[in-house]
């Protein structure tokens, strides 16, 4: 008897929920009694592109590890980012040790006037057009902790949640429109005679016109 093999299909693997970006690697060594330990440290950067993002850092013996290290700190300490479209919703100025962080909102087509970290961390905020200067240290650690810090910090303006009510209201409207026009279509449709009803009057005024002739003779 032949045997049938059936061909496997690829693997298919699940979308991720956060996207990873890897800001940076370094060999740390920390000195004990009996000499230098070597390790490495990871800063690693997630996020959705919707809003939601984190950072973290890890230290390993390996590199692998240090980076699934520093993954798992940063889905625990996660912040959600008010986004005014594509843009952030006011200006900021942050200083975090040496570095100092300003970021602008910016019109719709402008894009990600900034380089190094920062442009990894609001690319995965999901900001798509933002005006930023970075001044002081030129240090990606203490950068990426900065620009983390600053995004934590914006609010929601009046202007924007005035908005959102407004949508709100105007989603609230349609619907309620559409399902008035719904019901006044069922209450303006006729009950459709069924075809059993007519067959027997059909029936009756035949056997009437019969008759009278009948009659008549």
Known sequence: ???????????????????????????????????????????????????????????????????????????????????????????????????????????????????GTIRKVLELAGVKDILSKSYGTTNKVNNTKGIFEALSKLRKTPFMEKRANAAANATAKAKEEAQAKAQAKAKTKSPKESPKSEKPKEKKEEKKEEKKPNQKE
């Open 1 to 115: 008897m032949a045997r049938s093999f059936k061909k496997r299909g690829p693997h298919m693997r699940e979308p991720k929920e956060f996207e990873e970006q890897v800001i940076q690697i370094d060999r740390v060594t920390k000195v004990v009694k009996g000499g230098r330990r070597l390790r490495f440290r990871a800063t690693v950067a997630i996020g959705n592109k919707k809003g939601k993002v984190g950072i973290g850092l890890g230290k390993s013996n390996e590199v692998t590890g240090a980076i699934q290290k520093a993954i798992a700190k940063a889905k625990k300490y996660m912040i959600t980012v008010p986004l005014d479209g594509s843009t952030i919703p006011h200006d900021i100025k942050n200083k975090y040790k040496s570095s100092i962080i300003l970021l602008l909102p910016a019109a719709p087509g402008t894009g990600i006037i900034a380089g």
